[in-house]
């Protein structure tokens, strides 16, 4: 059976494989942007670093509608970053899927940053100055003591930031709307079949992430466990 | 870069240094050769100034020259960084890298050095250390002496040209650290590296120093040979109950009957517990001034086996009561501590003639 028929056979797929992809490329912008960023979060001691770190959580406060709405207004075709968008590339960042992975980059943030954060402190100076008294550079000693060190740190934030995005709502619809296979996330799909009363297509869909966010915390919770042990 | 000969072997600092509750202010040359001893109470800057060399720390002015080569001036706003400085750092704790066995951790210094003359091989370290038996374990499963046995070696794997050991021993426990100490003295004789060796024990430093710096409240408060700078008792961490001098003498001969070696230091004979090796052997004797006391005439029917000629140097009295005997014995000089009221009922002064007994003798092995 080809993909053509699959998502004919059962069009949420394409929804499915949406989220996932979303999921997977925001987790890897995150991981990529969000590891220097927690490192001079656990490091600096800037008077700015309480701001810094506020903003970095508010999502985990603010209602999703109040974030979508801002990036909304950011990310439209007259906003700072979406105009600029405009002239770039002749096309809008709003309803499209470049705008959700930027959206849920900001969105999954703290997801990110919270556990590589504490992993950097809890881990301190002293297996780091031992290494660069041996002759390690910088980034030579993050890569060869912090990183395998911090192992259980960037899993955490790995899994969450994956499994937040896949969940998100809110922020989602504002930004992206409701076009199929462009921005139509599974969060979205379910939404649509409760409204139009279709609960069979909605349990389905439901159950499938339910049973999902169930698995990979489990791992991490698992994995965790094993990695602190041989720590 | 251009050296100067007269900088070779030379460790020259110049620091200043403040933070909130305490300031850094050194100016001092240590010999990049042996082990340089920087002894005083804790809180007196002797970590911070271990750091500042290692370039863990920065001063907020000041000058290091290692070898010829300046590794920091702030003044021409250069400071060589810290993986750029050939130094192995010998941390209080262990510091092993957890995720890596042994071998690894003693790895990863050799890694990252380019081989040089004078560092050892990792055969060479592992033979010296004792760590044979080791390299398979996780430095988790070690105790205190084995994982600073370890940091000892990965320090000197990484081909240093000098090795800082702040307080190494600290964290043992008494009973381990002869796992550690016997090891460092080996370093000295067996690799030739130039130590400074952080420490607040006396006994520490007694052992394994040649050259001794003090240190309080951020100053070196006097330099010099060991044997020199321990007589410095106005030196206020020299004074107390540790107050003591260091003799270096030479095996003569050992009486199995009784168990004791006969010594010669300094042309004074004399005789210490235990047999420490074949005539010739070099020992290090440590004299406490508690356990020297004075006679005007030779004492007899005493229990003491050392009673030595000797004459009083200079006599420096202290605040308790007491007064310390600078006494000339041979060609070396030892401490006693007396009270002033016997000084003054023997009419004790400079130039006396007495006898000095010697209660006991800390004998330490060779250092070759």
Known sequence: MSEETLITGWPDLASLVLSFKLAAITTLVLLIAGTPLAWWLANTRSRFKPAIQSLVALPIVLPPTVMGFYLLVLLGPYGAIGSWWVELTGSTLTFSF??????????SLPFAVQPLQGAFESLGSKEIE??????????????????????????????????????????????????????????????????????????VLALTLLGFAFLILLTMFVFNRRLRRHA | MHSEPQEQHRLNIRYALKRAAFSLDVDVEFAMRGITGVFG????????????????????????????????????????????????????????????????????????STPVESAIDLEQAVALLGLGSLLGRAPATLSGGEAQRV???????????????DEPLAAIDDARRGEVLPFIEKLHTDVGV????????????????????????????????????LLQTEVAC?????????????????????????VVAGGSGLWVPGETG?????????????????????????SILNVLDAAIERIQKESSGTALLHLRVGSNVILARVTQRSCNELSLSPGTNLYAQVKSIAVRNSLG
């Open chain 2, 41 to 112: 109470p804790s809180g007196a800057g002797k970590t911070t100034l271990l750091r500042c060399i290692a370039g863990l720390e920065r001063p907020d002015s000041g000058r290091l020259v290692a070898n010829g080569s300046v590794w920091e001036d702030t003044d021409a706003r250069v400071s060589r960084a810290v993986h750029k400085r050939r130094i192995g750092y010998v941390f209080q704790e262990a510091r092993l890298f957890p995720h890596m066995d042994v071998l690894g951790n003693l790895r990863y210094g050799q890694k990252r």
């Open chain 2, 238 to 262: 020299l004074s107390g109950r540790e107050a003591g001098a260091v003799l270096d003498a030479a095996v003569e001969s050992y009486d199995s009957s009784d168990k004791l070696t006969h």
């Open chain 2, 151 to 165: 940091a000892i070696g990965r320090a000197l794997l990484r081909g240093p040209e000098l090795l800082l050991m």
């Open chain 1, 98 to 107: 470049t705008g959700l992975v930027i959206a849920s980059c900001f969105y």
């Open chain 1, 130 to 203: 031992a290494a660069r008294t041996l002759g390690a550079s910088s980034p030579d000693a993050f890569f060869s003591i912090v990183v395998p060190l911090s192992a259980p740190g960037f899993l955490t934030a790995l899994v969450l930031s994956f499994a937040h995005t896949l969940g998100e709502f809110g922020v989602v619809l504002m930004v992206g709307g409701n076009i199929p296979g462009e921005t139509r996330l599974i969060s979205i799909a379910i939404y649509d079949h409760v409204e139009s009363l279709n609960y069979a297509a909605a349990h």
């Open chain 2, 278 to 302: 074949p005539a010739g052997t070099a020992l290090r004797l440590r004299v406490r001034a508690d356990d020297v006391s004075v006679c005007l005439e030779r004492p007899r029917g005493t």
């Open chain 2, 194 to 229: 130039p130590i400074v060796y952080v420490s607040h024990n006396i006994d520490e430093i007694c052992r394994i120093c040649d050259q001794l710096a003090v240190m309080d409240n951020g100053r070196i408060s006097t330099q010099g040979n060991l044997q020199t700078v």
